[in-house]
Each structure stands twice: as C-alpha cells, then as structure tokens.
C-alpha cells in the first residue's frame, strides 16, 4: 500500500504540482475483476484545487489518470450501509459511479479523508454523506487529523505513517541500563518480565502515595485546569465567530476569483479573435494600386507588366489564402471572394485575349526568307521573338494556376502559329541544303537527261556517279570527284545539325520558361525546413520515385508541344537521308557518324530534338547495314572475265579504297564497332569467293589466283592496320604460303626426272633390307647404271629447262602484284633441295666412288641468277 502510493506522488502528481492525501484500489461493481485505483489529491500552490482521479496501469505497468472530477463536482457519498461494515460505496458526480473497495479499512480511510478534505475546503458546500457510520464523520476540529492535514504537507508527510516506531537514543540507553541491572535479563525472559512488573507496581504505589500527600497542589491544579478550560471555551467561542466571518470572506474571495479568471479568458479570447480578424482582412483585402493594374494597365509597356505580375500575384495570393472552414461561411468572407473572382475574371480575359492577338501577329508575320542562293546554309533564329515573350512568362503560369482552360488555348494558338514559320523555314533550309550539297539550282537542272523525283516530288537530276560496290572493275569503283563530293556532303551535314540544334533548343528552352512545364517540385519535395521531422529512408525513395514520375511526366509535355512545333523536321531529316543513301552509299557512313556524334553530346537524351536525331540515327543505321549488305551480296555474286589472265580479283582490289575511305569517315567515332563488325563479315565473304572464282577461271591456275589474291589482301590488311582484322591478316599470310607452295610443288616438280626416278628405286631396295653400302652391287643399280643416268642431265640442259620453266611461270604470274621473283626463289629453293638430297644418297649408297653429278649448287644459283636477271 505505502509502495504504491509512492510510486503514484511520485509519478502522477508531485510533477503537476499537487500531493497525495488518499488512494483506494476499487473496482467497478459490475466488473470487479478490473481494478483500478481512486486518487484524492490537492495542489500545492494556491489557490488549492482538491481532485478526485480514477488511475489505472496500462499494459507496460505504468500508471496513468483515466478520469477526473473536481471537489466541487462531488455531490453525494453514499455508504450503503449504517448498521453494518461493507467494502462498496457510491460517487455521484453529474452521474452515479458505483465502487467495490478491495477491504473495508481502505474504503472507511478513503471515505474519512475525503470528510475531512471537504469540511476543510468546501466547509458551507460540502456534499452529502449518506449511510456512513458515525464514527467515520467526528468533527474534524476536535480531531487531530484535521490539524495535521490543515498543515503543509510534504513529500514525507503524504506517505501513511507505519505503526512501528523506532526507539530513541535514549530510550535505547534506559533499556540497556536497566538489563544489565538484572543477570537473567538475557537468559530468562519471563522471569525478567515479572521482575519488570513487580518493580512497576512498587513505583505505582509510590507515585500514589505521592500524590496523596499533595491533595492541595492537585486540587490547586484542578482549579487552574478548569480556568484554562474556561478560557480555552472562551477562546473558541470567539474563534467559532471568526471562523464564521471567514468562511463568508473565502466564499466571497473564491466567487471573485471565479469572475477574474472569466474575465481574463474573454480578454483572452477577445484578443485573439481580433488578431484572426486582422490576419483575415489582411489576407483578403485587395490593395487599390493592384485593382488599377489587373483593370486599366497597358499590356504592351514592359513597365507595366511588372505592375500587373505584382498585381497578379497580390490578387492569388488573396484567393488562395488559407482561412479557416469556420470563417468562410461568414458573408463578409463570402462578398470578398466574389469580389476577387470578379477581379480574376476580367484580368484573364484581357491577359489572354492580348497574348491569343500578339501569338497570332507572330505567326502571320514574314519574317526573313531563305534564298536558294544563299552563300552560307543558315536557318533563322527567333531570339527577339523570344525576347518579346518571355516577359509575359510570369502572367503565363498565373494565368496557367487560375484558368486553365484559357491557358490551354493560348498553347495551342502559340503552337499553331509558330508552327507555320517553322514549316516554312525547315523545309526551304532543306532544300537549300540540297541545292547547296549539288551545286546547282533546281532550274538548272530541269530539262535535262537522267531526270528523276525525289522523296518530296520535286523533280532533280541525279549526276551519273561511279558505282560503290566492290565487286566492280577497279577503274568504275571511286574517282577523285568522288571524294571531293563526299567530303562536301560531309561538311555541309554537320553544317546542317548546327544549325538545327540550336534553334530547337532555343525554342524548348523558351517553352519550358514560358509555359513553365519544368517546376521545382522535386527540390520542394526533398529539402528540409525547419519544423519538419526528418525522413526515413523509405520515405526518400517513395520521394524520388514521385519526382522521376513528375519528370518524365514534364519531359513527355515539352516533347509534344515541340512535336507540335516542327512537325516536318523529322520527315525532312529521314526524307534527307533516304535521298542521299540512293545517291551514293558511302553517305550512309556519313550519316551513322554524325547523327551518333550529335545524339551522343546532347545533354538531355530526353529533348525532342535528341529524339528526333535519335530517329534519324536509326534510319541511317539501317541504311549503312543495307549498304554494307549489298557489298557483300556483290562480293557473294562476283563474276570474273573468262577471255584473259584473272589476276587481282577486283573486290579484293577495291577493298584499299573502300577502307581508307571508311577509315576516315569512322575515325575517332563511338560508331566503330558497327564498321569493325561489317569489317569481318566483308573479309569472310572474300575468303569464301576467292576459291569458287579460282576454280571458274579456264586460262589462270587455281594456284596462281588464290596465291596471288591472298599474297595482296595480306599485304593490304598489314598496310591499313585494323586491329579487328588480325585474325584474317594471319589467315591471308597462312593461306598465301600454303598456295605458293603448292603452285611450286605443281609447277616445278621435279626437273631431274630420271636421276629422281633411279633413286626411288634405290630407296625402295634399302627399304626392302638391302644395305645401303651394298646397294651399288644390284645390277640395275650399279655404279655405271648411275653414270648413265647423270650424263643425261649436263649443266647446259637444266639451264634450258629452267629457262623453259621460267617463261612457263612468267606467263601465269600477274604483273601488278610483282610475285615472279618470290616464286622464282621458291623454285631455286626447292631444286637445292632435291640437289642436296641426291647428293646424300650418293655418298651413302656408293662411297668412294667419286660419282658426282655433272653441276654444282654454286652454278645452281648462277642459272637461276642470270635467268632471273634476264627478265
């Protein structure tokens, strides 16, 4: 019990300031299986207030106040029963709560603080105590409860004192002394107690013989205490008096203080209901300068627009001002608003009706035409038409956030206006870009042979130009004017994509300030203000998910209101490319490159313009696949001229052309990959023709086609250096040696035939197990068989032959591609080597025999010397 009501003083109410006088764990009558705890307690700063609080313990075991009830709301106390005790008992406030005590000794300390609380505190009001036993209502001045309560009370003090008392010093010194009087004192309680007992009735009997032998001090005693008494009657007399003058006065003193505090709540009230109407008018009220403005100012003088986007703002910020839903079901509120829209709907009309005739004026005006003449390909800008506009931006979006249907009209009379100037310039920038990319005027070219329509119907000729495939003849594939015409193409194409971007970023940027589709929600949405807690991380990302949304949302409003804008810039641009890819192939690559350079460096990837590029670029993709395509379908179907010697089949001649001109056009560009791809593709079909043509040709060995294309496609690869042809450059030197070697092997064979031939049989008998030693005792084997032999073949004949054998080569070989000394020193090569094999056959079947044949290796070389020399 004295736990607990420590535990509630100290948590409940010594922190509000009041103290604890009682608790009684109660419950329902109805329920009493829930307990709960009824607190009396009165504040410690005056005036005192006395509350009655029902507490109960939440689910973490903490105490906290359910309901309250001032003392003064406390009507009657019914015990329930006189005669008998019970534990139940009845409070009635403005209704009747009925509790169940947990023991009896609680509920009558519960009910005696709360009679002594009210007789101090409402001593003329004080509530009705029913069916309470008599005992528990003394009168609380005779009591000395009263006096105890009517004291300060501490901290200590509210705690219930226990019945065990501690002894005093020198309590404790009398006990001591007086045992140790008495041996046994320890030993034997008993006989200590009745020694205790007989030395009390002695000093008793003492005491009252002492006292009889002072009859008259007692009487004279007497007789002072009854005067005291007399007097102490007296006294209260005159303090019962008092008390009823007083009661009277603190009546008196605590209606007053009643009406002051009323008083102070309406001052209060008053005053704050004056600031609400002061912050309301000033919020509504419309200032006589700004109704001037929104109503009479000239539109077209820049001084007055800042008064009218000022005038605007004031005149929103009315409107939108944030009252109360109380307030505006006030008619004053109510003229106001009216009063304002009034204001709002005459101003958007003039604000719109203005802009809708100065959008119209832009669009009808001439402005400066391109000439078909022109000496530099320029497209206009619209910087000063911008200028002009951009001044309105800040009326544009007030008029976007109060009327949005006329909003929406002006974008779209902008749009449509604007839209016929773009169309205008565009598409006489393109043609002008044609023109200028020919060389000539479309009426110089009319009437004239070769005359065909392009993408747009508009009647061009198109120049005879060489052909661009590989697989044609050398002297069609490419020319000087060619690549000078190329190169132009080149220069003009980027002249053409400067041009363009930066009038379309130049309007979009106009159209984003003006019409303010770019806000600064997303920097509103994450910044931290003071006041406001600081996010989670959950709630940051849910945060840039909305602002992403909101981007893309404003990126795909701009990009229509460009579309809208340059509606042909797109089909001019694939139309261009469509043109130019029919002209010449090779454009295509200029195209890839530079709508990939362009795309690339776009800061907003997002921008209608990087859209529109990025379109472009796609076409021009699939025209350089179907240009490289078609390379290889003429690679795939090449045909060589059966009525002379092949030579240099001319795909493969075409391709150093073909290269470096790629080379140049790709140079330094993120589009490489899309080049080294169609590199390999071009060189694996040339390694899967090169031996079907071989074969077709009926005049030039299939040796000499594939050993010569090889030799010069190597030659090539190592002279152009492209690192993802590594792989086909070993392959071409591979295959180049495996077919000069065959084309040796063939053609050379073996100019010694017969001394070949007696040396296969000698070779054939050791195989058979003959000794080689023994070799020259055969008979068709003898050393004079291999005198016969080598006599057929004198230095002067192999001369001949050789000679016959050169001219044999000279007339197959090519004479571009310079190969008849490599095969000649091939030949020279291989002769040594079936010399030298002879010769060691020689000393190893007949040793000691001095057969050698009739020329050396030195002389060998001289006639492969003097014969390589003669040609």
């Known amino acids: 019990m004295t736990a607990i009501r420590h535990t509630l003083h100290k948590d409940l109410f010594r922190p509000n300031s009041e103290r604890l006088l009682a608790i009684c764990h109660v419950a329902k009558a109805s329920k009493k299986k829930k307990m709960s705890v009824l607190c009396i307690a009165v504040t410690t ?64 300390s519960f009910i005696l603080c709360l009679w002594k609380t009210c007789c101090q505190y409402l001593p003329n009001k004080k509530p009705k105590f029913n069916h309470m036993p008599e005992r528990l209502l003394e009168d609380p001045i005779l009591t000395p409860e009263v006096e105890l309560s009517s004291q300060p009370i501490g901290e200590e003090d509210a705690i219930e004192m226990e019945d065990y ?133 000239d539109l077209t003088n820049p001084g007055n627009i800042s008064a009218c986007i000022a005038a605007a703002n004031a005149l929103q910020k009315a409107l939108n001002a944030k009252v109360p839903a109380a307030l505006m079901k006030m008619n004053a509120y109510q003229e106001q608003q009216k009063f304002l829209e009034k204001f709002r709907t005459k101003f958007s009309q003039r604000l719109a009706r203005h802009l809708n005739n100065l959008f119209i004026h832009l669009g009808n005006e001439l402005g400066a035409s391109l000439s078909v003449y022109a000496v530099e390909l320029t497209l206009p800008k619209h910087v000063l038409r911008h200028k002009d506009l951009v001044v309105y931006a800040d009326l544009m979006n007030w008029l976007r956030n109060v009327e949005y249907s006329s909003y929406e009209a002006l974008s779209k009379t902008y749009t449509s206006s604007l839209r016929k100037l773009y169309d205008r310039d565009i598409r006489e920038f393109f043609d002008n870009a044609k023109q200028t990319i020919s060389g000539k005027s479309e009426k110089e070219k009319k009437g004239k042979s070769g005359s065909s329509q392009d993408l747009n119907g508009s009647v061009v000729v198109n120049k005879p130009k060489a052909s661009s495939l590989l697989a044609v003849e050398k002297d069609v594939f490419g020319s000087e004017m060619d690549l000078s015409e190329r190169r132009k193409f080149d220069m003009l194409l980027e002249r053409m994509l400067s041009e363009l971007e930066p009038v379309c970023l130049a309007e979009q ?26 996010v989670t991380v959950t709630q940051t990302a849910n945060t840039e998910l909305m602002s992403q949304k909101k981007e893309r949302q404003i990126n795909e409003e701009v990009r229509r209101m460009m579309g809208e804008l340059f509606p042909v810039l797109e089909s001019e641009l694939l139309t261009f490319i469509g043109y130019y890819e029919k002209q010449d192939g090779f454009y295509s690559m200029y195209l890839l490159v530079r709508f990939s350079q362009h795309v690339m460096s776009a800061q907003d990837t997002g921008s209608f313009l990087s859209m529109t590029f990025a379109n472009a670029l796609v076409q021009a993709k699939r025209n350089f696949d179907k240009f490289m395509q078609a390379q290889i379908k003429s690679i795939e179907d090449a045909k060589l001229h059966k009525k002379s010697k092949c030579g240099i089949l001319p795909f493969i001649s075409n391709f150093e052309d073909f290269a470096q001109q790629a080379e140049t056009i790709f140079k330094d560009s993120d589009r490489r990959i899309d080049l080294d791809k169609w590199y390999v593709k ?85 195989a058979q197990g003959i000794k080689e030693e023994e070799i020259g005792y055969q008979l068709a084997y003898s050393k004079q068989e291999l005198r016969k032999v080598i006599k057929e073949y004198p230095g002067k004949e192999v001369k001949k032959g050789l000679e016959h054998l050169n001219k044999k080569v000279e007339k197959h070989l090519c004479e571009d591609e310079n190969l008849l000394q490599v095969v000649w020193h091939s030949m020279q090569e291989e002769f040594i080597r079936q010399y030298k094999a002879i010769h060691a056959l020689i000393e190893r079947c007949y040793p000691g025999s001095m057969i050698t044949v009739e020329f050396t290796i030195s002389e060998i070389l001289q006639f492969f010397s003097d014969i390589a020399r003669s040609h």
């Open 682 to 766: 071009l060189l694996r079909t040339m390694f899967d023709v090169i031996p079907r043509l071989a074969k077709e040709h009926p005049k030039t060995p299939q040796e000499v086609i594939m050993m010569e294309n090889y030799h010069h496609l190597y030659a090539l690869l190592s002279q152009l250096k492209i690192s993802c042809l590594d792989n086909e450059r070993k392959e071409a030197k591979q295959l180049y040696n495996e077919w000069l070697q065959a084309y040796v092997t063939k053609y050379f064979g073996r100019p010694l035939v017969k001394l070949n031939i007696f040396f296969d049989g000698v070779q054939n008998k050791v």
């Open 509 to 534: 940027q106009f159209c984003i300030k003006f019409f303010k589709h770019l806000t600064d929600s997303t920097s509103q949405l994450t910044s931290l203000q003071p006041g406001i807690p600081v």
């Open 165 to 297: 008392q501690d002894l005093t010093e020198k309590e404790e010194t009398g006990v001591e002394k007086l045992m140790s009087q008495c041996e046994f004192a320890i030993s034997n309680a008993e006989a200590f107690t009745e020694q205790l007992s007989k030395d009390l009735s002695i000093l008793d009997g003492t005491n009252i013989h002492t006292i009889m032998a002072s009859e008259k001090e007692v009487e004279h005693l007497i007789q002072m205490i009854q005067g005291a008494i007399d007097e102490a009657v007296k006294i209260e007399t005159k303090l019962d008096a008092y008390t009823d003058v007083v009661k009277n006065v603190q009546n008196n003193i605590e209606k007053m203080e009643e009406k002051n505090l009323l008083i102070k709540i309406e001052n209060a009230n008053n005053t704050k209901l004056l600031e609400e109407l002061d912050n309301l008018v000033s919020q509504l009220d419309l200032d006589h300068k700004h109704q001037v403005a929104l109503l009479d100012s």
């Open 45 to 108: 700063e005056k005036p005192f207030a006395v509350n009655i609080y029902q507490v109960k313990k939440s689910d973490k075991d903490v105490y906290k106040k359910k309901c309250s009830w001032t003392l003064r709301q406390l009507q009657e106390i019914d015990g329930k029963e006189e005669a008998k005790d019970t534990n139940e008992f009845e409070l009635k406030f403005e209704k009747v709560y009925k509790w169940a005590a947990s023991n009896i000794n609680e509920r009558n």
